[in-house]
């Protein structure tokens, strides 16, 4: 499987696993909440909706586009903002792990 495909599949987990801790926002975030100039955009949303509205859109674009994807340093992906944001619960370890695929994944290969 190309890392591609990898990757994509492992973003499908990320939806998945964000429903089913019900962090998927169904209403759609503002123009404003997207300007945003800070890592994550952390001013104007949660890390739950940046991984919704910026960072699983802008990955899939790259994916369907085939162009490259993001090289992360080993120890320096989603992960370590990931654990600031997720309490500990089931669900919360579910995103996690899964943020932690995409990580590996996105490492230089």
Known sequence: MTQHAQVESTLHS????????DKWSTEKIGAEALSSQQPF????????????FVFIPKIQALIHAQEALPCFLKDQGLAPMAREFYSGSEAD??????????????QNP
Not at 44 to 50: G, L
Not at 93 to 106: F, N, S, Y
């Open 14 to 21: 990320l939806h998945q696993a964000l429903i089913n801790a």
């Open 41 to 52: 955009c952390l001013d104007t949303m949660n890390f739950s909706e940046w991984l919704q």
């Open 93 to 106: 370890r579910r995103i996690l792990a899964v943020i932690c695929q995409i990580d590996e994944l996105l």
